[in-house]
């Protein structure tokens, strides 16, 4: 009875996480085709973000990219509470729930676009930092389990750690490519808009990264932990 409960949370879980997985997958690759079939080679990921691109008035694909990031990320939150329920450890424990703060945090970035100031920049820094703590919190799980299936996860929560790194050490290596300074308290802001715009925007990119990445990563994480025949034999 407790292994069929567990099996029955399990592909909840599963169900959810791919759901909202598609939707950050349609809503993006939307947004980002229509944007490019109507400004063509005026288009250009390395200089327009991903909250520039879901600011209203300013994107006539807006609606789309929200919608993804908010609703795909709520659906993500639930697989992430269902992993919580199914955490049977302290530290795989804090690993759901940072996680769950981690995609609460990527909604509230659609919900509460550019238009919306500063709600915006404080989702986009809680984004940032938690997605840090979930993935070093995912090396934990994985030393802990040593598990072959764990192996893609692994790699990925190594790969979020650079990534973000990169973004908050970023006025320590900003000099050494050219970049300009940025004003103290100033580098969520420089993320999501920054005018004039150089031709590489290095810390827009890196949240882009971070999104795809991070796509990756949960799709990894929900087909070893969630997948249904796998939790069968794990149970």
């Known amino acids: 009875m407790i292994i069929n409960k567990t099996e029955n949370i399990a592909r909840l879980a599963y169900l959810f996480g791919l759901l909202g997985l598609f939707g950050l997958f349609l809503g993006i690759v939307l947004s980002i085709a229509i944007e490019y079939i109507q400004y063509g080679d005026k288009y250009s990921l390395l200089q327009l973000s991903l909250s520039e691109l879901g600011t209203y008035n ?51 970035i659609g919900l509460f676009p550019l238009n919306v100031h500063h709600l915006h920049i404080h989702a986009v820094s809680i984004y940032i930092y938690f997605g840090f703590v979930s993935a070093a919190l995912c090396l934990i799980e994985c030393a802990i389990e040593r598990k072959m299936p764990l192996c893609m996860p692994f790699i990925l929560s190594c790969m979020i750690l650079l990534i973000h790194g990169a973004i908050l050490s970023h006025e320590y290596w900003r000099e050494s490519i050219g970049g300009k300074p940025i004003s103290e308290g100033m580098l969520f802001q420089a993320i999501v808009s920054q005018s004039p715009k150089p031709e590489i925007w290095w810390l ?24 249904p025949h796998r939790q069968g034999k794990r149970s």
């Open 58 to 108: 300013r994107s006539s694909t807006a609606i789309l990219i929200n919608g993804g990031l908010f609703f795909g990320s709520l659906s993500l939150t639930m697989s992430c509470l269902f992993g919580l329920q199914m955490s049977s450890r302290f530290s795989s424990g804090l690993f759901w729930l940072s996680l769950v703060i981690t995609f609460i945090s990527l909604a509230a």
């Open 204 to 227: 827009s990119i890196l949240f882009w990264c971070s999104i795809v990445t991070m796509w990756i990563w949960m799709l990894s994480i929900c087909r070893w932990y969630f997948l």
